[in-house]
């Protein structure tokens, strides 16, 4: 059967449909010798290339989906090869039973915390997409302490360089305050996953991020026995949970204990 070129290699694991659409408008993908345009359809039988490379899809099989969780730490980054030659989140993930590991959204350089993996790719776009409102929280240290007013303007919404942004709550959090005359800790929550927007919020508002951990996505929360550089698999139950978000629910439960960083 005849689908989208992003449908049918999300579908086979190659990747998220965000990402097949970025290989096809840098020209990376041909079908049958042809490079591909964006709406190109195609079926498992054709010759399907990456980079020169044929990809092998396979004859369908049942989704047998994977999802993991990894607690990314600061230094690396969320790609599968660096020009610059710096550790990548995949360089400790184990192989998958089938197809490879999808990240589901991106965490800068500098901020460590929750990122998702799956191998199923409609499952990854559909947490992605801006029109599933997943909620995402972080933990956020200041330098400096905000006013009332500045929190208010925060939640209100401030204009950002691609549109105005908010957040959907804002929290003091007085166990990570440090020295309060010189900095503050926030728990922030938004349904938004555009890049670097945590940190943008709070330096249009006039203040400097210093440390930033993402601890939830959607349903799922980071555990607090799971150490930076540590994975984990989640569950049967826990991929549900997930495949039904963006309603919030309680930590992801999860087999397989910590490995080591």
């Not at 690396?76 to 599968?80: A, M």
């Given at each position: 059967m005849m689908v989208?070129?992003q449908?049918l290699l999300?579908?086979a ?7 097949v659409?970025?290989w096809?408008a840098a020209?990376?993908l ?7 345009k964006?709406?190109?359809r195609a079926?498992?039988g054709d010759?399907?290339r990456l980079d020169g490379?044929?990809?092998d899809?396979g004859p369908?099989?049942p989704?047998a989906?994977?999802?993991l969780?990894y607690?990314?730490?600061?230094g ?5 090869h660096?020009?610059?030659?710096r550790?990548?989140v ?6 998958p ?14 901020t460590s ?5 799956t ?14 409102g997943?909620e995402r929280e ?7 302490r905000?006013?009332?007013?500045t929190?208010?303007?925060l939640?209100?919404?401030i204009p950002l360089?691609?549109?105005?942004a908010a957040?959907?709550s804002?929290e ?10 010189r900095n503050?800790?926030y728990?922030?929550?938004?349904h938004e996953?555009?890049?670097r927007e945590?940190?943008r ?8 991020v210093?440390r930033l951990?993402r601890?939830?996505?959607?349903p799922?929360?980071?555990p607090p026995?799971?150490r ?5 698999l989640?569950?049967d139950a826990?991929?549900?949970r ?6 919030p629910a309680?930590p ?6 910590p490995?080591?960083?």
């Open positions: 989208r070129l449908k999300a579908t694991g190659i990747g998220s449909r965000r990402q659409e970025e096809i020209g990376r041909t079908v049958a010798g042809r490079v591909a964006l709406g190109d079926a498992i010759e399907i490379r044929r990809l899809l369908p099989q989704a989906r994977q999802v969780l607690h990314k730490p600061t690396e980054v969320t790609t599968r660096d020009p610059q030659g550790p990548t995949f360089d400790r993930l184990p192989p039973q089938r197809g490879r590991w999808i990240v589901v959204g991106r965490l800068d350089v500098n915390g929750l990122l998702l993996f191998t199923d790719g409609e499952l990854a776009h559909r947490l992605m997409h801006p029109s599933s997943i972080y933990l956020v240290r200041l330098r400096g905000p006013g009332a007013d929190l208010g303007r939640l209100r919404g360089d691609d549109g105005p957040f959907d804002v003091e959090e007085p166990s990570l305050a440090g020295d309060p005359a503050a800790s728990r922030v929550v938004l996953g555009r890049n945590v940190r919020l709070w330096e249009a508002a006039g203040y400097e210093s951990l601890v939830r996505y959607g799922v929360s980071l026995d799971l930076a550089a540590q994975w984990r989640l569950d826990a991929v549900e997930l495949a039904g978000a963006p309603a309680a992801g439960t999860a087999r397989s204990t490995r080591p960083a």
